[in-house]
């Protein structure tokens, strides 16, 4: 698809408010992201209606927690959230029924953690900022990031859940392994978070690819692809088909192209144009950014019309519709 026939449909107005300090009254719910004031101080976005995760980062930074710390809030209330089935316990199995999660983390100085494929570890982004921490690596995978995990003293924790378990035997009664666009409207949280030193911070975490193939990796572990930060500039987090994340490099493409005086929203779009360059608009799979600048604005593109994202700034925590999406 050529660049000119990018047509994107502008939407605005939010779904659901949720208010942080309980000393901040009733706000308008009906305005437009585009209106939201860029006014210094804690943001914090995350992807699809995560509100209570969005509202854990805001507590968090409101409180004056740094940036990571606040991302990895939020990444924590969806990992325990078993009603989630795309995203830590109660997670979607692969084929062969095991749960595997992926996620990362970067900070404001450009250190980053990350692990893939890990089993009975349900806060694998807290695990991830260990890894970036307390090793001298940044990735750990499957087996060795569990045993990191334990010596650490995480609990064991069978990630498959009753009501994951049935769904999964379900499946396999077909064993359809086709993407489902919007994914049930949620998929990989990713955070990105402004705190009160003006920092920037991040994490992602997944389960991945419901009943994916053993060892499936997606973007949300990979540095550059699910996630990244230049804290001189601003930050990306994708969700949605991770292949095609990784391919084009998305988070690492949009904060480049924010250096190079896109704004939060331009880069988001053109990260998305990337993919459907080449793959076309009618694609079966969903792709979604969500990006914030230096000075907090933020920007969100998607394929298909469905995504979400949160967005927290002075004491307001919103669900806004994507800012543009190319295909319906
Ligand atoms: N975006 C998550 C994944 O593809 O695994």
Redesign the pocket.
């Known amino acids: 698809m050529k660049r000119r026939l990018f047509l994107g449909k502008t939407l605005a107005g939010s779904v659901a408010a949720l208010l942080i300090p309980k000393a901040i009254s009733a706000q308008d719910t009906s305005f437009s992201n585009k209106n939201i004031k860029t006014a210094k101080g804690p943001v914090s976005i995350c992807t699809w209606q995560f509100i209570k995760a969005n509202a854990a980062a805001a507590a968090a930074l409101e409180s004056g927690s740094d940036a990571l710390s606040a991302a990895i809030k939020a990444a924590e209330v969806e990992e325990l959230n078993e009603k989630n089935t795309t995203v830590g316990y109660g997670g979607s199995p692969d084929r062969e029924g095991n749960v595997t999660l992926?996620a990362s983390v970067m900070d404001h100085l450009g250190n980053c953690g990350s692990v893939v494929a890990v089993e009975n570890i349900v806060h694998v982004a807290a695990l991830a900022r260990d890894v970036m921490e307390k090793t001298p690596h940044v990735m750990l995978a499957g087996e060795g990031a569990e045993l990191f995990a334990k010596s650490l003293g995480y609990k064991h924790t069978e990630l498959l859940t009753e009501e994951s378990k049935e769904s999964w035997e379900e499946w396999t009664k077909n064993s359809k392994y086709k993407p489902i666009i919007n994914i049930e409207n949620h998929?990989?949280i990713g955070i990105l978070c402004l705190d009160k030193e003006e920092n920037i911070g991040g994490a992602c975490s997944?389960s991945?690819?419901g009943y994916?193939m053993k060892g499936r990796?997606?973007?949300?572990p990979i540095i550059g692809s699910?996630l990244f930060i230049d804290n001189t500039i601003g930050g990306a987090v994708?969700?949605?088909?991770?292949?095609e994340?990784v391919k084009t490099v998305g988070s690492f493409l949009i904060v480049e192209l924010m250096r190079q005086g896109r704004s939060p929203q331009e880069a988001c779009d053109e990260a998305i144009n990337r993919i459907t360059e080449k793959q076309g608009v009618d694609v079966d799979f969903q792709v979604a950014y969500i990006a914030i600048d230096k000075q907090g604005n933020v920007g969100s593109s998607c394929i298909h019309k469905g995504f979400t994202y949160m967005h927290y700034q002075n004491g307001i925590n919103q669900n806004f519709e994507v800012n543009k999406y190319i295909n319906s």
């Open positions: 992926d998929d990989t997944t991945g690819l994916k990796v997606g973007d949300s699910g994708a969700t949605g088909m991770g292949e994340v």
